[in-house]
Structures are given as C-alpha cells and as structure tokens.
C-alpha cells in the first residue's frame, strides 16, 4: 500500500516565524489532504491538494504529484498554530493514508 | 450547513461490554468512513460505505468489530466484548463520490473517546 512520511516529525517555533512541513508518498494518488488536529482531536481540513499550489491567508501548500510530495508553509505563525499537522493521501477507491503528523508547537 | 456529528462525544466502559457508536455525515455526501487513532499516531482507516453498500470491511481490527448504515444515511460503528486495547478515538468521516477513479476531500466528525478499564 502507498506509505506516507512527514517530516519533521516535532518542531518548535517562536511566534512569527515561518516554517515548512513536507509530506512525502510512495505511489501516485487523487487525493491529497492536509489536515489540523486540535488539542480535542478536531481533525480541520486545512487544503485539498492533490496537485498545485493554493494559498489560504497565513497558509499554503505546494503538491508536486510526478515527484511524490507536498510542502505545507507556515507563515508568522501564531500559538493558535499549535498542534499536530497531519498529510493523508488517497487514489480511487483506496482509503485515505495518513502519516504520523508533524506537531508543531509556537510559543510566544 | 451543519457538519459530520459523531455520538457520544466520550465512551467509558468496563472490559467485556459491547459499545455502539453513532456518525451523522454531511447530508448530501454518499460517501462514510470510519477512522481509529491511538495516541500519537496517524488516523488508520477501518471500513467504508457507498450509499448503503460497505464497499470495505477487511481493515476492520476483528471480527468483534461491525458497521451498518442502513438508508444510506448515519451510520453505527460496533465493537462487542470490549478489550483495554480497544482504547482509541473513533473517527467517522464523510465526502462525495463520482465514480470509482477521483477521491473527493473528506470532512471529519470531532470523535468519540472510547476508555476501556
């Protein structure tokens, strides 16, 4: 089945700093997704992204399909950026593969 | 525009006991899935249903494990004779589907708990 590798697997910042977080694939898919998991286990859709670049205000996101993976970026990040930041992909009928989540914490 | 509710929000049972567990998805999506996270790790996908049909059920963790949706609209999530390894959040969530070949964005209900002593 298709794997699924974020990087890095913690990261530290101080408030207003800028950050990149990647998530890596081992097939070609569909489905891209990046999600936010709050500390009640929320799981936010941030971007569907299965190929190209979108922006939502402090947030964007690259996918590069034909090279297997996505950059999610962090712009002046706030403590209410804080959490797990998780990458799951899917093709067709497959389910969605999640990785094991990238958890940011910004502190002020 | 209401989203996917899950119910209950937190499930505490006694080891042995059967727990049923409810999801309301977005009204127009055809599309149900169900989700387990333990602590520290990713999601891990468990079944889905298209429509009514369970298209599948082979990552189901046991067969202690069932899931109906009956009309094609909620679904129930069933674990009989629970253990203390059953402990996780049970996530349900829901999207489109047109076809069999593009995967549509999936939204997520907030959880359910489940504790096991």
């Known amino acids: 089945g298709i794997q699924v590798e974020q990087s890095p697997p913690d990261l530290i910042l101080q408030e207003g700093a800028n950050s990149t977080l990647r998530c890596n694939f081992s097939d070609s898919v569909n489905n891209l997704q990046w999600f936010h998991q709050n500390p009640w286990g929320q799981l936010i859709n941030l971007f569907y992204?299965?190929?190209g670049t979108k922006q939502n205000g402090r947030l964007s996101a690259t996918t590069v399909a034909t090279e297997r993976y996505s950059l999610l970026y962090i712009s002046s990040s706030q403590t209410t950026d804080s959490g797990v930041y998780f990458c799951a992909v899917g093709s067709g009928n497959t389910p969605l593969v999640f990785g094991k989540g990238t958890r940011l914490s910004v502190i002020a | 525009d209401t989203g996917v509710s899950q119910d209950p929000r937190h499930k505490i049972t006694k080891r042995g006991q059967n727990v049923t567990f409810r999801c309301d998805p977005i009204?127009?999506?055809?599309?149900l899935y169900w989700y387990r996270q333990t602590l520290g790790q990713g999601p891990e996908f468990l079944t889905y249903?298209?429509?009514?049909?369970?298209?599948?059920k082979s990552r189901l963790l046991s067969d202690r494990f069932s899931a109906e949706r009956p009309k094609g609209s909620f679904s129930t999530l069933e674990i009989q004779r629970t253990e203390q390894g059953d402990s996780a959040m049970y996530l349900c969530a829901s999207s489109l589907a047109r076809g069999h070949l593009v995967q549509y964005e999936q939204y997520f209900g907030p959880g359910t708990r489940l504790t096991v002593t």
């Open positions: 992204i299965p190929s």
């Open positions: 009204s127009e999506h055809n599309r």
């Open positions: 249903f298209q429509n009514e049909a369970q298209l599948e």
